[in-house]
């Protein structure tokens, strides 16, 4: 799991030096290509144990003495969210290849593209709160590079801004909901929130974390009243649209939600909250 977190980090490093070996021979994109698609066959191949009901589980140490550490976790949830990213991602490279001219900037393009695939990979995986936050927040930064992607565009550049200020506003309410729910449960993991549930579940800080996760989950999903910033987000390239827009970074608030009604879903706020901006 980690090694699918880290390659995508590790490709944005060697993708300029590649372009500047293979400038004008082939498009660099075929590099790239390789990374999504390797990093699809190697997640597949968990579905049949993940099916069975296995788990995996891997962690870095990182702050131990303030209880931050990496710690990544895969079950059906995140497996089906990092197939996405990784599937969907491979076919929007793989159309990217014939839609951008060899004229354009392809080295930053790319860098762009895998560091928005890697955030998006360790969002979906971390179990740790904060570590899914500060990936949250590189997709965020990740994507505004590739919205602004034609910066010479004054409407590409206001939708780049205009993004990266309602998601990065939804995030830190978010965060400030994740230090809730860690000050209420005493963890930062959300499995041992959940394990704990029965302990805090009738703590008077419990709503408002609720109401702030679930307002950074619509402000990513660009569901009401935050979808303003989509329309204006469609100045960049048609693959950055279909890869950010259609299917990885607007999951990521939907994942959210998914990841986090096992602790909030009894509550009949949450339900009624969801259910209505979702028809909306």
């Known amino acids: 799991m980690i090694t699918a977190i880290f390659a995508p980090f590790l490709a944005a490093i060697v993708t300029?030096?590649?372009?500047?070996?293979?400038?004008?021979?082939?498009?660099?994109?075929?590099?790239?290509?390789?990374?999504p698609l390797t990093l699809f066959i190697f997640l597949s191949h968990y579905i049949p144990s993940v099916a069975s009901g296995k788990q995996a589980k891997q962690a870095l140490k990182w702050i131990p003495s303030y209880d931050v550490n990496a710690v990544f976790y895969l079950d059906g949830l995140s497996l089906l969210f990092s197939l996405l990213i990784t599937g969907i991602g491979t076919l929007v490279i793989l159309y990217s290849i014939f839609y951008l001219s060899k004229r354009e900037s392809l080295a930053n393009f790319y860098v762009y593209l895998l560091l928005f695939m890697g955030a998006m990979l360790g969002l979906v995986l971390s179990d740790h709160i904060l570590i899914l936050y500060f990936f949250w927040e590189m997709t965020s930064i990740s994507s505004f590079l590739l919205i602004a992607f034609w910066f010479y565009r004054t409407k590409s550049r206001y939708g780049a801004q205009k993004s990266l200020l309602i998601t990065v506003s939804g995030g830190i309410a978010m965060l400030a909901g994740f230090l809730l729910m860690h000050y209420m449960s005493g963890t930062f993991s959300i499995r041992e929130m959940t394990a704990s549930l029965p302990s805090f579940i009738d703590h008077s800080l419990f709503i408002p974390a609720l109401l702030l996760i679930l307002l950074g989950a619509f402000t990513k999903s660009v569901q009401f009243p935050f979808h303003i910033w989509l329309p204006d987000a469609m100045e960049a390239p048609t693959p950055i649209s279909a890869y950010l827009h259609s299917a990885t970074m607007v999951k990521a608030g939907i994942y959210l939600i998914?990841?986090?009604?096992?602790?909030?879903?009894h509550e009949q706020l949450w339900m009624w909250i969801v259910s209505f901006v979702g028809l909306v």
């Open 16 to 35: 300029p030096i590649v372009h500047k070996l293979i400038r004008n021979r082939i498009h660099i994109g075929w590099f790239v290509l390789f990374v």
């Open 258 to 265: 998914a990841r986090f009604t096992p602790i909030f879903g």
